[in-house]
């Protein structure tokens, strides 16, 4: 049987979690897990740790591209103080108060070209 400690956490993981009982598939899981024979055990602990890798091997890179872009947007900041207004394409057509398609055209790259 599962300590009732342990199914609270989980259950307020799964609550957390997107409020889906997760708490009761993690222990469902884990049941079959601790029920199958030393062999099999092996095999699940050998794939969960393998979809881990995966997950990090797959994580790692993005994190690498991601600071290295934050590192670039700081450096372009320090270098050109003078910040970007920040243009919707709502609040210029409204400014220049028309909808034909020119317009729109013309406010569409006016807004692409400040972003």
Request: net charge positive; glycine share 8%.
């Amino acid at each position: 049987m599962i300590n009732p400690l342990v199914a609270l956490v989980l259950v307020g993981f799964g609550y957390l979690g997107g409020r889906i009982d997760l708490g009761l598939h993690i222990r469902m899981f884990v049941h079959e897990v601790y029920n199958l024979p030393m062999p099999q055990k092996g095999y699940v602990a050998v794939g969960l740790l393998t979809l881990a890798g995966l997950y990090l091997l797959l994580l790692l890179p993005l994190v690498a591209i991601a600071t290295h872009e934050r590192s670039e947007s700081l450096k372009n900041e320090v270098n050109n103080p003078t910040s970007v207004v920040a243009t919707s394409f709502r609040s210029e057509l409204r400014r220049r108060g028309s909808y034909s398609m020119n317009y729109i055209n013309d406010i569409k790259s006016h807004v692409m070209a400040r972003t």
